[in-house]
């Protein structure tokens, strides 16, 4: 019997699953606990067991007063979150996908002295860049605005090098060279002939880009100081400082279902997108 | 155009049409900086810049009672490698690194290799679910974490009354280190999972069937195709995770407010450099601060991408 299974297609192991369920319920136990914790009360969430369900059924609740706390605040983050991400991720992939095309498809001079300050700019923490930039932006009079979020986001080098391996095997010069002689303009050969073919690895980097705008905490922390700016993430956890301090005023229950209403379209949309992006970064990891 | 001239007269011998070609590519790649320039543009301003202004401040220095500021050249370099707060963040990130960094990496690498190997049941289900915390935004982690740790309510609390003790305390000065590692660990294994696993994906199938007909086993398997073809992934992942270490900032700065006594505002360098500008206006020292990180960052990450590539011959 064993002699028949061949080793390219081995049976499956119960040891092996068993291992990997016990790291599924490391990665679950967390987002389970916030669901439950989303359906409680404060005092429930004080009181009772962190994973299972509490006295009352609060979440709606809950949902409902984290929409309307303080004049609807967390939409006004919603808000903001949603058009960071749009402007500044959505700007990021257009960028990272005409310098990563124009860098694979084309062989101008200085083409390798990018490449060099690309890797040397990437090797510097980020963090490290973000007191100059806002005393820079203060200088300019950008800081408590939206550009001071937008701009910095519009910058995705993992984007670009994702976008350069991508279009050198997705665009065949030989298209390009028929767009050309059929008299089409480089940028109309890039709207009409290319976009279409580095569609899968745009979606890869859309989605990169749209999790790390989403998720941006320290660019806006020191960037605004008005909470009318704030996005989600510097708002939740302006909420969460609520409980201690002076006059503190903890909202637990806000935090938690505000936690929870943050996570859950990222998941979403890397659910329904899963097919794209997987694609993407295998190709990406080809080189 | 002159020296575009001779090497057209140069092959002259070619037929016409290749010459006009390779004349129109001549002209075409130039247009390359269309696309190649706004990105640029961009980078310029907010990575180019910024690092040129850091430089700048660095190399200034307030006066406190008279204003205006004065060139000091390294002085601020000097006061910044002598600083026993710096050197203490920089030991914590490092001690971090030396532990976490590996732990994630092997705990990615033995989940990419097992959903790989076929012998797994509902791999494709195992495989989302264990990326998902890579969507959930660090921050929402990070509270979702730090209420789990907290001794109010949450786990460690239930644990706890459980075993009518009060033994597990992740807040505490002691655990803090591994609680933050734990946060981290949990949020970025299924990201760097999936990077090792498109790598493995692109492995051609001829190999394993060479391998099975040398007969190699699993393990052999694994240690003559399947990590040899990891190694490029695993130097990324490598250094993106140093990176990573040395900015640590987001985890111990939301904690804070649930430990202020155990987190001191130069728990890491970039907190450091973070407090020192926005609680101290000492804007010219954050400034040196950070770039010492960001030099000492880059040169870590350079040498291991060497190492990694040498390896590889």
């Given amino acids: 019997m064993s002699t028949l299974t061949s080793p390219l297609r081995p049976k499956r192991s119960k040891l092996l699953t068993g291992a990997m369920v016990l790291y599924l319920i490391y990665t679950l136990v967390p987002l389970l606990w916030l669901l439950l914790s989303a359906t409680k009360t404060q005092d429930d969430l004080l009181s009772t067991p962190g994973l299972w369900f509490g006295k009352s059924f609060a979440f709606f609740s809950n949902i409902k007063d984290t929409l309307t706390y303080n004049d609807g605040i967390f939409l006004r983050w919603l808000g903001n979150t949603v058009l960071y991400v749009v402007v500044g991720a959505g700007g990021a992939t257009l960028l990272a996908t005409a310098a990563g095309y124009g860098l694979a498809k084309y062989k101008f001079a200085g083409r390798r002295a990018v490449f060099a300050v690309l890797l040397g700019a990437v090797a510097v923490p980020g963090t490290a860049l973000a007191v100059p930039t806002f005393l820079m932006f203060s200088n300019l009079g950008l800081t408590n605005t939206v550009w001071a979020i937008i701009i910095p986001s519009l910058v995705s080098p993992f984007g670009l090098y994702l976008m350069w391996v991508y279009a050198t095997d997705a665009v065949p010069h030989e298209l390009l060279e028929a767009a050309r002689i059929d008299g089409a303009g480089e940028v109309r050969t890039f709207f009409t002939v290319a976009l279409r073919l580095l569609a899968p690895g745009i979606v890869t980097t859309l989605l990169f880009a749209v999790v790390s705008t989403w998720n941006n905490y320290f660019l806006p922390l020191i960037m605004l100081s008005k909470p009318n700016l704030y996005p989600l993430t510097v708002g939740l956890t302006q909420w969460s400082n609520q409980a201690t301090g002076v006059g503190a005023r903890p909202i637990y229950n806000l935090v938690i279902t505000g936690s929870l209403l943050t996570i859950v379209p990222l998941v979403i949309a890397f659910l329904l997108l899963q097919r794209f992006w997987q694609s993407g970064l295998s190709a990406g990891s080809v080189k | ?313």
Wanted: proline fraction near 4%; charged fraction near 10%; hydrophobic fraction near 50%.
């Fill in chain 2, 1 to 313: 155009m002159a020296e575009s001239m001779a090497h057209q007269s140069a092959e002259q011998v070619r037929p016409v049409s290749a010459a006009g070609r390779r004349r129109r590519r001549a002209s075409q790649d130039g247009k390359g900086w269309i696309f190649v320039g706004p990105f640029l543009a961009v980078f310029a301003l907010t990575f180019l810049a910024p690092i040129g202004y850091a430089i700048y401040l660095s190399l200034y220095r307030n006066q406190a009672f008279f204003g205006g500021k004065v060139f000091v050249g390294i002085d601020n370099y000097t006061e910044a490698l002598q600083d026993p707060k710096f050197w203490e963040a920089f030991g914590r990130v490092a001690a971090f690194l030396v532990v976490q960094v590996p732990i994630m990496l092997i705990l990615a690498l033995l989940a990419a290799l097992a959903i790989d190997s076929a012998r797994l049941h509902a791999s494709g289900f195992f495989r989302i679910v264990i990326f998902l915390p890579y969507a959930v935004p660090g921050v929402v982690a990070v509270l979702m974490w730090g209420y789990i740790y907290g001794d109010n309510f949450g786990l460690a609390a239930n644990l706890n009354d459980l075993f009518g003790t009060t033994a597990i305390q992740p807040l505490s000065a002691h655990w803090m280190l591994p609680s933050i590692a734990n946060i981290v660990t949990w949020e970025f294994v299924g990201y760097n999972m999936l990077i090792f696993y498109s790598a493995l994906r692109t492995v051609p199938g001829e190999l394993y069937e060479a391998a099975a007909i040398d007969g190699a086993g699993t393990f052999r398997t694994i240690r003559a195709v399947k990590l040899p073809a990891l190694r490029g992934a695993i130097v990324i992942a490598t250094i993106f995770s140093i990176i990573g270490s040395f900015q640590l900032f987001n985890e111990p700065n939301i904690l804070r407010t649930l430990a202020p006594n155990v987190i001191t505002t130069y728990y890491t360098p970039n907190m450091y450099a973070y407090n020192l500008s926005f609680a101290g206006q000492q804007f010219n020292y954050s400034a040196t601060i950070a770039i010492v990180m960001g030099v000492i960052t880059a040169i870590i990450a350079y040498v291991v991408q060497l190492r990694g590539s040498r390896e590889s011959l």
